[in-house]
């Protein structure tokens, strides 16, 4: 009954590769989120979607790829991986209400580029 | 300057003890204010929000000042469970409420 998912749990890769990461959320939330946690624990907002239209897009590399087939899914491609992508990746989601702020996140998803 | 800042510790304190942390915010804007709590190699979850007049939750205390731009919260009768880093969140701006600016985070290590 896990409420948001993620696949997979660490993916080691080497540079110049291109990889994807998977979130699924079960609790019917209208909005999805991707962060990244860096080495010094800044977690920084990436992608946010509601009902599968791109909502924020902060400043990050177009090798970062957001899709999101369904308001329950918000998947992460990226290209051409680099040593500085590595990085814990958490996808989050929360219900689109004013009243509603909680983000629920997923367990992440830790990138190691070699 | 970072848009939230907060004193990274680590806090090492006996069980029992009383700590508090500190966090200050940079935009005037902000509307909205929590404490999230991270465990070790854990994904981030809400501890509670912080409200105007300052609100308690069991053992913890949030309290917000608008005019210093600056939160805090006070934990209780500390327990070895309480051991986390914990994450000062603000929304940016009046209806922004679906982007949270993270702070970096406060370590907390109760000791036995």
């Known amino acids: 009954d896990t409420a948001v998912s993620q696949t997979p749990k660490y993916l080691v890769t080497q540079m110049g590769n291109d990889k994807s990461i998977k979130c699924e959320q079960n609790?019917?939330?209208?909005?999805m989120y991707w962060y990244k946690q860096d080495s010094k624990k800044f977690l920084k907002i990436m992608f946010s979607y509601n009902n599968k239209e791109l909502i924020i897009n902060e400043t990050v590399p177009n090798r970062f790829s957001p899709k999101s087939p369904d308001k329950a899914h918000l998947n992460l491609h990226i290209n051409s991986l680099e040593l500085g992508d590595s990085a814990v990746y958490f996808c989050?989601?929360?219900?689109?209400?004013?009243?509603?702020?909680?983000?629920?996140f997923g367990p992440g998803t830790r990138l190691t580029v070699t | 300057r970072k848009e939230v800042e907060q004193d990274p510790g680590p806090f090492n304190v006996p069980e029992g003890a009383t700590v508090a942390f500190n966090c200050t915010y940079s935009n005037s804007a902000s509307q909205s204010f929590f404490w999230y709590r991270q465990d070790c190699r854990k994904e981030p979850k809400l501890l509670m929000s912080?409200?105007?007049s300052g609100n308690e939750d069991g053992r913890f205390t949030a309290q917000l000042n608008r005019a210093s731009q600056y939160i805090s919260l006070l934990i209780r009768d500390s327990k070895l469970s309480d051991s986390a880093t914990y994450l000062c969140v603000v929304t940016p701006r009046r209806g922004a409420t679906n982007k949270l600016i993270f702070g970096t985070g406060t370590l907390l290590a109760v000791q036995p």
């Open positions: 989050a989601s929360r219900q689109d209400s004013p009243s509603s702020y909680e983000q629920y």
């Open positions: 609790l019917g939330h209208d909005t």
């Open positions: 912080v409200y105007s």
